[in-house]
Each structure stands twice: as structure tokens, then as C-alpha cells.
T-cell receptor, first 111, second 115 residues
Framework: GQQVMQIPQYQHVQEGEDFTTYCNSS?????IQWYKQRPGGHPVFLIQ?????EVKKQKRLTFQFGEAKKNSSLHITATQTTDVGTYFCAGPHTNAGKSTFGDGTTLTVKP | NAGVTQTPKFQVLKTGQSMTLQCAQDMNHEYMSWYRQDPGMGLRLIHY???????DQGEVPNGYNVSRSTTEDFPLRLLSAAPSQTSVYFC??????????????FGEGSWLTVV
């Protein structure tokens, strides 16, 4: 079945360092979404990428969708303590009605 | 706008007890899902529904039942609680199955402990 994998599982950085998480799907995706979950919170939608090779930016966050639409990345420039949390990618499943989530990358930022 | 509302937020159950986690959304979304999240395991899909009267199993359905009698409500029933069901449960809704432009909205979660 469809699988979505994320690496790394955990990332510890010093405040001000950059951070990148990668998402790889076993199948071609029509779109990919990214979510952020703060500690003790629930996942919250960040962005959606649809086009092959698409790049979108949200302040210090840069999201990319691969040319083959099977991988994606989230890059945070100059991390801040407010960036801590778990970042998930999600792709639509082949069966309508559900999405497949990666296992997430948990980011901790040391002040 | 309430969005997705889950109750209870916290619950402790004894092994063998049954209970229902309630979920309601006020966005008129067709699609609703239940996920469980264990440490380091990400979000695993338990059951989902593509509309009133229609439900289907996800990755980890055993020990859980769902029903969708209305568009708004999607309760999750634990039939006979087991310690392995200790987890955080999230209800989610979206206007379609991951199509472009349709984000997934999550409830705030229900922390369940089975002793």
C-alpha cells in the first residue's frame, strides 16, 4: 500500500541553526500537505503543494515539492524556540476519504 | 467557529470497560476520520467516513467501532478497553479526501489511559 516516510525522526538544533525535514512517498502524489503539531497540541495545517517542482515560502519556512511529485521537503531558516514541535507531511490516499501521514519529524530547539 | 470538537479531553478507563469518544464538526465536511497517536508512531488511521451512513476501516481498526448517522457527528467506541489502547486520539474532518484546496482540520485530542 501507499507509504509516506519522513526523515529524520528527531532533530535537535541550536537556536539560529537551520532545519530540514524530508518526506518521501512510495507513489506519485496529486498534492502534499504539511502540518505542525506543537507539544501537547493537535496538528495544524501549514501549507499545500500541488505542482511539480513547486516552491512556497512562509516567512522562514520553505516548502518544496519534487519534480516527480514523490518527495517534498520543509526547510526552516534560523530556527527559533517557537518552531519546536512535530512536522508531518501528508499525501492523499488512493482511496478517497483518507490521507496518509508520515511519522513526523520532531524538532527541538535549544536556546 | 467551533471547528472540530472532541470530548472528553482526558479519560481513565479500567481494562474491559467500554466508552465512546465524541466528535462533532460544524463545517459541513463530508469526510471525517479518527487517528491515534502513540509516542514516536505518528498518526495512525483507525476508521474514516466519506459521508453519513458510510464508514470504512483504516490501518488499526481492531477494538474500535464507529458510526456516522449525521454529517456532523462521528463517535468512536472502544468496545472493551485494553492497555494497548492507551493513546491520544484525534478526530479530523475535511471537505474531501485530500484533494487540492481541502485541508484537514483536527480536534484538540482526547488523552485516554487504560489501566
Amino acid at each position: 500500500g501507499q507509504q509516506v516516510m519522513q526523515i529524520p525522526q528527531y532533530q535537535h538544533v541550536q537556536e539560529g541553526e537551520d532545519f530540514t525535514t524530508y518526506c518521501n512517498s512510495s507513489t506519485t502524489l496529486s498534492n502534499i500537505q504539511w502540518y505542525k503539531q506543537r507539544p501537547g497540541g493537535h496538528p495544524v495545517f501549514l501549507i499545500q503543494l500541488v505542482k511539480s517542482g513547486e516552491v512556497k515560502k512562509q516567512k522562514r519556512l520553505t516548502f518544496q515539492f519534487g519534480e516527480a511529485k514523490k518527495n517534498s521537503s520543509l526547510h526552516i531558516t534560523a530556527t527559533q524556540t517557537t518552531d519546536v514541535g512535530t512536522y508531518f507531511c501528508a499525501g492523499p490516499h488512493t482511496n478517497a476519504g483518507k490521507s496518509t501521514f508520515g511519522d513526523g519529524t520532531t524538532l527541538t530547539v535549544k536556546p | 467557529n467551533a471547528g472540530v470538537t472532541q470530548t472528553p479531553k482526558f479519560q481513565v478507563l479500567k481494562t474491559g470497560q467500554s466508552m465512546t469518544l465524541q466528535c462533532a464538526q460544524d463545517m459541513n465536511h463530508e469526510y471525517m476520520s479518527w487517528y491515534r497517536q502513540d509516542p514516536g508512531m505518528g498518526l495512525r488511521l483507525i476508521h474514516y467516513s466519506v459521508g453519513a451512513g458510510i464508514t470504512d476501516q483504516g490501518e488499526v481498526p481492531n477494538g474500535y467501532n464507529v458510526s456516522r448517522s449525521t454529517t456532523e457527528d462521528f463517535p468512536l467506541r472502544l468496545l472493551s478497553a485494553a492497555p494497548s489502547q492507551t493513546s491520544v486520539y484525534f478526530c479530523a474532518s475535511t471537505n474531501s479526501g485530500g484533494s487540492p484546496g481541502n485541508t484537514i482540520y483536527f480536534g484538540e485530542g482526547s488523552w485516554l489511559t487504560v489501566v
